[in-house]
């Protein structure tokens, strides 16, 4: 039985889509939703919340929440109908890739990387420059597990955004979300191990599993709800799965962004079978509308969930600071990041939480959510004029990436004929275990619109309808 | 047969032991040498080099090379017999220790940690904020392995004063030689697979292999000459061996720092079984004498050797820079590393090149080794007085830590009173697979002398007394 809440938003969210409440149009007021269903002021605003949170309706301060309106006609790429059987990996693919990483200064459709405009360089360069000038010994000297005090703090306190309520105490900091997500995957399984994932899956995700000898199964994964969790009730009902993992929250490639209901029923699902989950949530502060999505660690009640964070995406790649909230999981957590590389460094934890506690991160995450909003809505655009009828793609509420499907294209032939002309794509398999996505490709939209890069989307729709018209097509 | 200017090193080296030149004369001129044994001058001069490498003698600018005083009557520990048989590890014994590593504004007497007095904050505070200010997209984006491409020039460069000549394409920067000897084991071995190492080692190579499920053999290791290579070879000879490790020149806790030709003959003796080297050689550039001993990877010819360094003992620990040179292993370590955590920190990474490369590095170098040389002679004669007759410790020639072995003593036990008066040590079965050197222990050395650390010195030697008659004993 779902609670009052959910059941009330439910409700709710059956008549925006019968039509009763249209797009652009107020939906009943706190007040009026009260008497209408006899629940508690507390249940109504929960109500209107999660809608919130689902991307069905928007708040606007004193009037009310306002159904959001739809881009007309987007076609979601196609769903994966079923699990794949576990399989080892081969990580050949990614590394033979060339996503355009290498050149900072030079925005990349390929790789998920965003423009120095979406960091807070000059700020994060001044506090950095303090923490050394105030606390030379503290930042010098050798630190280990679990990191600064601040910072974990700090992280704490920005936790709640995510509607998860630790301690500082709960939180180890790591070298990026990615150190987090191997270090997770590292204290719950073992060589030999099966992990599911969602289907498509963080390229990077798929790197780890390989190098540490895990099998997987592709669960399917939608590009609004996320991973089927029909599917993985099958999944892990029938066979020993060692850990779960996931992007929650506007995840990569799919851009998908779980429901609270739907976290919350991963998490049962997960404590039913004893299965711990790995949940990497480094877009979740990136919310176009900037309604934060809940973390599924923000549900969990047992410890199950292995929260990894990153200031990479929303501050600065470049100083390569996360963080994890590993659950029950913590000491060997701990453990295995001092085994690994003793600590991270200490001077740009000071500036970051620094910069949390000041209000700076809040300020700069209002900033970039409009930008990041504006960025994705120029791709979207640009998509839809240059490339060919029949192409669908995500509408993600949130991160720097967009999923495209065009059926029939082999997007690895593409990738080949656009890195002729300079332009970097991900091509689909890139995001399967098992070649699958072949007619997908991701887009990055973590770079200012600018005519370069229109021209550049402009030139990769010539080329997706030559790939489709070649011999390789 | 050895090469030419190995055996006239020999030979001097027999007549200085047969006191044919005493401790503080001088020996034959290279000039004189050469007439002597009908030698060319660069015979001559590799053998005076190779003997001062052997802290046999020492170079005096224009005036030629003397004989080397030794400590009169310096017992030193006793070294294991055999080797053990290949045992898979328990790390516990290093978890449930304090080596006191928690406040880096207290010196300890535990963990292999410096203060900063012995760092280069306040230069490289500067250079890290002109970096960051000069190259903030360079500082602040996404970096790949194998890392900023200043810094691997600045540490081909520096690789020159150790004696192995690599391009700067041969380097790649990690988060510390920790990370890097964790990347170099889990490049070039498997779970199960058996790892030789120095008998005693450092135990966070004990945890890394314990961590990665790999078993050891423990070869024993002289506390002036490094690891046996009688021994060694044995065991390499008798089964498969996947990786041999070892820390090079002035060893974690031994002080060892093997010769040249003890070095090219570790290489010899590999290269015959096709079993890599991981080197870890973060003590080096400590040298009391200012003359930088070789690594072993000078006389890696066939890119055997994977050679792990740091900035963390001689400019800043909690900045968690290091590199790797991996030899003919380098893909296969690119890739870990980039699973792992992407990359290192940008910005530390410029600011230490620019270190290097200023002369800023070598500046520092001559004035800490001063330093370190004068802390380790106040800690022997600490130790000297204070601890009962009968003790033995080694006569470091760089480094940090002196290994002290009390027979009788049991080592935990004392580790226990000791915290109990805050006083931190390292016991010695923490540096053994197989709870060996429990009448040792090691003292660091990193700290400016006081008065403080002299108190400290003297309550162990009470200690060490009280625990030798106690119950325990």
Known sequence: MEPLYVQLADSIARQIEEGVYPPGSRIPSVRRLREQHEVSVTTAVEACRLLESRGLVRSRPRSGFFVERSRPEVLEPAVPAHSTRARRLDAALSLRLNLGIGNPQRPTLGAAVQGTELMAITTVNRLLSQAMRLQPTVCHSYD???????????VAQHGLDAGYSVSPDDVVITSGAKEAVYLSIRAVTRPGDTVAIESPAYYALLEVLASLDRKVIEVPSHPRRGIDLDVLGKVVSRQRVAAVAIVSNFSNPSGSCMTDAHKKALVDLLDAHDVPLVEDDVYGDLAFDGSRPKAVKAFDTRGTVLYCGSFSKTVSPGMRIGWAVPGRYQYEFEHLKLVVNQASPTAPQLALAALVEGGGFDRHLRRVRRLYAEQMERMIDAVDGAFPDGTRHTDPRGG????????????LALYERAAAEGIHIAPGPLFSASGGFRDHLRLNTGFPWTDHIASQVETLGRLVAETLDGPSS
């Open 144 to 154: 280990a597990p679990p990191g600064s005090p601040e910072l974990r703090r700090a």
């Open 400 to 411: 720097h990436v967009l999923w495209v499907q065009v059926p029939g294209l082999d997007s």
